[in-house]
């Protein structure tokens, strides 16, 4: 059960919700959209169905069948909130809702009062409607503190009436961006904004998907490293952004290569050269992959990885080693380039990891790629007369609880792929 929030009024939570569920029905998803605002019901309005049978009718006992279809989609379903004369509880619907095999999007009434508290706090996750406005990025961040509050998880953000995510959202709004949805005329027809709720419905469905109440592992990337995998409850969600800080003595740069052994990688390079990082893994006592190492020019950094990040194919691992160059750029040109990675690594399910040097003077830009981050991993390292030991703590993790305590690494026993995959890009 997802709730589609904001608090500030005329933001297009009624559009996105219906969006979102005929996303879902396109999909082969059973979904129903369901108003929630007694107050100012204008599902039927802008679905265009007729103003009954209401969500009165699921507590009365009748069936989904009886819900209207969307003129678009007849596998959503469009429940508009009860007539003035019809007293039923909110929650009674919800509850057969949410044992039911649809998927259910319930559109919340603006504001933080009870009339919306109550759906949110039934729904398993909440999508923030905002669009790019002062005021109504500020009723976004007041949404998500109620959610907070409610203990709701946050699945993401939907920009509404703008072709592209701003740099001023990403930097105010410290969640995912699901979408940006263009202002087209009849948006629940349109082809391009129909694409942009297809692809919520799809991040959605596959980021998202409930098992036991957590994320399934199939919709998570193993990174071939079992103890980090399992304390990630399986592996780190496809379309995730991880930035790995570490000291540079800490020889960090092999647990990048123990990644590639996961599957096809692009490995960009800005410091080493090529050949440096060809040998490097050859020699490297962790099992490591084949991956397509790419140099980059540090005056042009941007624009080159821009254009490699644009060809990253679908379900790939990529690596930047290291972002110093990139975070000493231009910062609006910076804040660009890590909101068109961030989109791209969601849209390939992809998973993107950002080596992050530590040092006594950090790059101004360090705090901007912890914020755009979904994961950060702390690597560390010592010696003793034993050997090396490796661990990796994780300060953050979008959406999702932290693991409880540091992950000890053996890299060398630990990197399970004997072979080297096939590369992606050669």
């Known amino acids: 059960m997802l709730a589609v929030a904001g608090t500030k009024g005329g933001c297009g939570k009624t559009t996105t919700a219906i969006g979102i569920a005929e996303g879902f029905a396109r999909a082969d998803i059973p979904a129903v959209a ?3 605002d007694r107050q100012l019901p204008n599902i039927h309005v802008i679905g265009g169905v007729d103003r009954e049978p209401t969500f009165a009718s699921l507590a009365d006992g009748d069936g989904l069948s009886t819900v209207s279809p969307s003129p678009r989609e007849p ?3 469009l429940l508009p909130a009860p007539l003035p004369t019809e007293d039923v509880a909110l929650e009674s619907v919800l509850d057969r809702l949410a044992n039911s095999s649809v998927r259910t999007v319930v559109d919340c009434p603006s504001g933080a009062g009870p009339d919306a508290v109550d759906p949110l706090s039934a729904a398993d996750r909440v999508i923030v409607v905002t669009t790019d ?3 109504s990025i500020e009723g976004a961040k007041a949404t998500i503190d109620m959610a907070d509050r409610l203990d709701v998880p946050v699945a993401g953000i939907v920009l509404n009436q703008c072709d592209r995510v701003s740099p001023s959202l990403v930097e105010a709004i410290d969640q995912p961006i699901l979408a940006a949805i263009p202002d087209r005329e009849s948006p629940l027809e349109h082809p391009e904004t129909c694409e942009a709720y ?8 596959n980021r998202w998907a409930e098992t036991n109440g957590s994320p399934a592992a199939a919709d998570r990337l193993t990174t071939g490293i079992e103890p980090l995998d399992a ?9 995730n952004v991880v930035a790995v800080l570490a000291e540079p003595p800490s020889q960090s740069e092999q647990l990048l290569y123990a990644l590639t052994a996961a599957r096809g990688t692009l490995y960009l390079t800005v410091e080493r050269s090529r050949s440096h990082i060809e040998e490097s893994i050859d020699t490297a006592p962790v099992t490591a992959g084949n991956p397509s190492i790419r140099q ?3 005056p042009a950094v941007l624009s080159e990885a821009n254009d490699y990040v644009e060809s990253l194919p679908d379900g790939a691992n990529l690596v930047i080693d290291s972002m110093d160059a990139f975070e000493r750029t231009d910062r609006k040109q910076f804040q660009a380039f890590m909101n068109g990675l961030a989109e791209h690594v969601r849209r390939t399910e992809s998973v993107a990891f950002l080596h992050c040097l530590d040092s006594e003077n950090p790059p101004d830009l360090r705090p901007l790629t912890i914020h755009v ?4 991993l702390e690597f560390e390292a010592s010696m003793d007369v034993t050997g090396i030991s490796q661990q990796v703590t994780v300060p953050k993790v979008r959406g999702e609880p932290l693991p409880a305590e540091t992950i000890d690494l053996d890299l060398v026993a630990e990197s399970v792929l004997p072979t080297r995959s096939p590369s992606h890009g050669d």
């Open 198 to 205: 297809d692809r919520i419905a799809s991040e959605l469905s």
């Open 34 to 36: 369901i108003d929630a």
């Open 373 to 376: 981050a979904d994961l950060v």
């Open 133 to 135: 406005t002062t005021r």
């Open 231 to 239: 304390a990630l409850g399986g592996g780190i969600p496809h379309g």
């Open 296 to 298: 980059l020019d540090a």
């Open 75 to 77: 596998t959503a379903g």
